[in-house]
């Protein structure tokens, strides 16, 4: 399969990539109310593939021959991990903060465990089940905000708990990533950004329709501009150059940057507070994800 074409830097590309989808947390927060979220995912899909264009110009034709060969596949991630997913975000966003979305990101890890030994039958061992179990139990420490109170009276955010269903697709998304057709990197990633917007497109327009029109201002483009360039389209490209280089598993470990540069983002641009539950809550998240990596994880042949 052919690369991005990228340095051979992993560590830096990991870091970047992380740190990329950290700021849209942040951004995400910021713009909340402001920019309706459907609209936002549509353009910025619509801009990825743009940008993709005179990469994959030459090289297109003989890659969708291979994607027609089995569509839904493609349809299907791209539904789960760019459309829905992209929109369901941005939606919770406006009813957490970007520090509880960027620590919640850590256990992203685990619930693809999850969603690989339930889908897949990929082996689950004693250290990676206990990983999960510690995992979610950080989850459940910012959701309820450390109150066993809040937890007996299902009194949830809305928000925090669209966050964790939002987590579960990516989940869903990741472990479904090796039934990815067999293309280059710029070319899936143009197939997942056009059909992400077009299924973003009703949605935009029952948007317009409510009374929340994408307008044109200084906010808005530059929301799309920087989902759609350094979300959407570097750090997937700098993430997915990263895993060639050094493997998935130890490339994990890198999701651990998420929460940490967005708690210093969120702290530095939105004025949001640390608290207790937020850092009990990654402590335990953290730790639940080393068990995860303890040892590698068995998948089966593909066939």
């Known amino acids: 399969m052919r690369t991005f074409g990228l340095t051979d830097n992993a560590y830096a590309l990991l870091a970047t990539g992380a740190l990329f989808w950290s700021g849209n947390h942040v951004l995400g927060r910021a713009i909340a109310g402001e920019v309706p979220p ?46 829905f997913f992209g929109t369901l975000q941005f939606v919770a966003l406006t009813y957490t903060d970007a520090l509880n979305v960027a620590v919640m990101n850590s256990v992203a890890p685990a619930i693809i465990v999850l969603a690989s030994f339930l889908i897949f039958g990929d082996r689950l061992g004693l250290w990676q089940l206990a990983g999960v179990v510690v995992s979610l139990l950080g989850v459940l420490t910012i959701v309820t905000r450390g109150s066993l109170a809040q937890l007996t009276s299902l009194n949830f955010n809305a928000g925090d708990l669209l966050v964790v269903f939002n987590m579960s697709l990516w989940a869903i998304y990741s472990a479904c990533l090796r039934l990815r057709p067999d293309i280059s990197g710029f070319g899936f990633l143009f197939a997942l950004a056009i059909i992400s917007a077009v299924a973003n497109l009703p949605f935009a327009i029952w948007e317009h329709a409510a009374g929340l029109p994408l307008r044109l201002t200084w906010p808005t483009v530059l929301s799309i501009v920087y989902a759609g360039v350094f979300t959407s389209f570097l750090a997937y490209a700098a993430w997915s150059r990263g895993v060639e280089l050094i493997g998935a598993s130890r490339a994990g470990a890198f999701l651990h940057l998420v929460p940490a540069y967005g708690v210093i983002l969120a702290w530095t641009f939105l004025g949001e507070r640390l608290q207790l539950f937020h850092m009990a809550g990654l402590a335990l998240i953290l730790g639940g994800v080393t068990l995860v990596a303890r040892n590698p994880i068995h998948q089966p042949q593909r066939q």
Do not use: D, K
């Not at 990825?48 to 264009?53: D, G």
């Not at 034709?61 to 459309?83: D, H």
């Open 38 to 83: 459907a609209g936002l995912n549509l353009f910025r899909w619509i801009l990825v593939a743009l940008l993709l264009v005179p990469l994959v110009r030459r090289t297109w034709r003989q890659e969708w021959s291979v994607i027609a060969e089995r569509p839904w596949t493609m349809i299907f991630l791209a539904l789960v991990g760019g459309a």
